[in-house]
């Protein structure tokens, strides 16, 4: 996707793999909006980007994405303050297996609503000029992971993409909808995990045998690769310290028989 004089909405992009996101979309010459519920944390970050691309293209929006008002309110402005929307990333999460009904709040429920927004902005039908929605789900959301509530929310998140991002939608939309499922990355949401302490213990052992952890840019680059390739649509890209690669190209058992799987195209 060309992004020069676009405009994005970022989720989460107060720090972490937002903030990368963000800039590496405003590298690209795009506006973004930053949402998030860390006002001071977004300000901070809105600023340090006004200063580095000009602060014509960057504004943070105070949003809980779990607040149904909130998100709504947050697109609008983004379409008033900006004049479009183009790209939106679902990227906002927690880690809570304590208080779980939260973490399929943000996690699953926000980004199933996030796309709502996206593909009521941006699709054709509904007068948008298409677009691309980019989720942010995770490695746990393939394989099994020890805490199962987040692993839940990331493998709906899987299920999601690849439904909206079925050929029929495409052409009635033209909004492909790919997703990001990242390994551990160093970042704040690994510091605290509101988890257990044998899933913590787990997690600790699974990255050690994992290799280790990723860095934020090791993740823009699968942001990045999901930009630059415009036939993906229901793409799931893992991203881990071995590489990338998709996931799921299988095809289903209605069209297993004849072996004549139809990989997604892209008329956007
Ligand atoms: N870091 C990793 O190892 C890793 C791996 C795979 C996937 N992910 C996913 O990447 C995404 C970003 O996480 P991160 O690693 O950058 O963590 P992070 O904690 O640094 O960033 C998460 C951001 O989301 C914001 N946020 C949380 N709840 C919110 C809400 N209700 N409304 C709006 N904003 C909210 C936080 O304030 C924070 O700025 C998450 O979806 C996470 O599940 C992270
Ligand atoms: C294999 C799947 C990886 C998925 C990663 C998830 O999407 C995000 C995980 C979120 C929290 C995990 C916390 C784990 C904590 C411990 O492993 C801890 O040892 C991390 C230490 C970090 C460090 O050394 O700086």
């Given at each position: ?6 405009v ?6 107060a720090?972490g ?20 519920t ?35 309110g ?43 927004l ?19 789900s995770?490695?746990?959301?393939l394989y ?103 996931h ?8 297993r ?11 956007a």
């Open positions: 996707m060309q992004l020069s004089g676009k994005a909405l970022v989720t989460g992009a720090q793999l937002g903030k990368g996101c963000a800039e590496a979309i405003l590298e690209r010459g795009a506006k973004v909006a930053l949402l998030d860390n006002e001071s944390a977004g300000q901070e970050t809105a600023a340090d980007f006004a200063l580095k691309y000009g602060a014509d293209r960057c504004t943070f929006i105070l949003c809980d994405v779990t607040a149904k008002d909130q998100l709504e947050a697109f609008q402005k983004v379409v008033d303050h900006f004049g479009g929307l183009d790209l939106v990333v679902n990227n906002a999460g927690i880690l809570n297996e304590v208080q779980w009904e939260k973490c399929i709040d943000v996690n699953l429920v926000s980004v199933v609503r996030g796309c709502h996206g593909l009521r902005y941006m699709g054709k039908q509904n007068g948008g000029n298409g677009g691309l929605i980019i989720n942010m995770s490695v746990a959301g099994a992971f020890p805490s199962p509530v987040y692993a839940t929310t990331k493998a709906g998140v899987v299920g999601l993409t690849r439904s909206l991002g079925m050929d029929y939608k495409l052409g009635r939309d033209c909004v492909r909808v790919n997703a990001l499922c990242p390994s551990f990355t160093t970042t704040a949401i690994l510091a605290d995990p509101e988890v257990p302490e044998d899933q913590y213990q787990h997690m600790k052992d699974m990255l050690e045998r994992g290799g280790g952890l990723m860095q934020i840019p090791d993740v823009v680059k699968g942001l990045a690769k999901l930009l630059d390739e415009d036939d993906k649509n229901g793409a799931v890209l893992e991203v881990t310290v071995q590489g990338m690669k998709y799921g190209d299988e095809s289903g058992p209605w069209d028989e004849s072996g004549t799987h139809q990989p997604n195209l892209c008329i």
